[in-house]
């Protein structure tokens, strides 16, 4: 009998917290549906003890072939990956790790994500000539670079604190202009997009009213958060007459570029994944 180490693949997801993380499901669920021989493990790893995680992933100690990384570790990640590949270097922040030739190499998937959501759920989406991007961290650099890649014409960012907005017209060019919340309602007025890259609206984060009615008849809102499903920026938009979209598919997509790396099927979002993902909130 081999060892069923020798033949089983195996994929991790690791931070701190990582109790709540619902990527174990997702990699869980397309597994038994590949029929992959493989296995997808939560691993609890505190900050300071990330370094040695990953000097034994590279040594091979560990039994992986790569995984997810996830809060607090995607820049530490990111910083210590032997190979990145463009779209990291410019997020500065990795979220998915494989290892080839013993070198660690990193990638950053929630661009996919955020557009395989939307091409998904509403496919004109980056019809839209101008994007209002509310928030400027981690999540919003991913957001707007998709925008970019999809040719979104202009791209207002508008965030709490103004400077980080501005910080990201350097980052990203002449598309991208930073503006202080105050001057959300001004933006908005005929914008054709409006994605909420806040945990503004998560359970229990109050959530400012916002008249989306100034945006374009046909525009559309959505939002990273996807607890709950219907945030209230949703919810709001949805009572104004315009089209939504809810962000729990980023969630899924993002995990497929990761499954294919490691486990070499390309998995599907399908119903049936949502569901379970939605049962299991
Ligand atoms: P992530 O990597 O998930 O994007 P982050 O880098 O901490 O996380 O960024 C969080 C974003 O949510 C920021 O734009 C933050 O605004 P600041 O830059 O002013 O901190 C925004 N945010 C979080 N809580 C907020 C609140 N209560 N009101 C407005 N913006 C908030």
Redesign the pocket.
């Given at each position: 009998m081999p060892d069923s180490r020798e033949t089983t693949v195996e994929a991790f997801v690791a931070g701190w917290p990582i109790k709540h993380s619902r990527s174990p499901l997702i990699h869980g669920y397309w597994l038994k549906k590949y029929g992959v021989d493989g296995s997808y493990r939560r691993e609890a790893v505190p900050v300071e003890a990330f370094p040695d995680f990953i000097g034994d992933l590279k040594s091979g100690r560990l039994p992986y072939v790569g995984g997810n990384i996830t809060i607090p570790h995607k820049e530490a990640a990111y910083r210590i990956a032997d190979r990145r590949d463009t779209l990291v270097q410019e997020l500065g922040?990795a979220n998915t790790l494989w290892l080839e030739d013993g070198r660690l190499c990193a990638s950053n998937t929630d661009v996919y994500g955020f557009a395989a959501n939307l091409d998904e759920r509403h496919p004109d989406w980056f019809k839209a000539e101008r994007a209002v991007v509310l928030?400027?961290?981690?999540?919003?650099r991913a957001v707007i670079r998709a925008l970019r890649d999809r040719g979104i014409a202009e791209i207002n960012v508008v965030?709490?604190?103004v400077a980080?907005a501005r910080e990201l017209m350097d980052r990203f060019g002449a598309s991208v202009h930073g503006h202080p919340?105050t001057a959300l309602p001004e933006v908005l007025q005929g914008a054709g997009l409006f994605i909420n890259?806040?945990?503004?609206g998560m359970d229990g984060?109050e959530t400012p009213v916002i008249d989306f009615s100034r945006m374009q008849l046909r525009g559309l809102v959505t939002d990273i958060v996807y607890v709950p499903l219907r945030t209230p920026f949703l919810v709001q938009a949805e009572a104004q007459g315009l089209a939504t979209v809810d962000g729990l598919g980023m969630l899924l997509h993002q995990a497929v570029p990761g499954f294919m790396k490691w486990f070499g099927v390309r998995p599907l979002v399908d119903e049936t994944l949502r569901a379970l993902v939605i049962a299991d909130m």
């Open positions: 922040a928030g400027a961290g981690g999540a919003s965030n709490r604190t980080r919340m890259t806040t945990s503004l984060v």
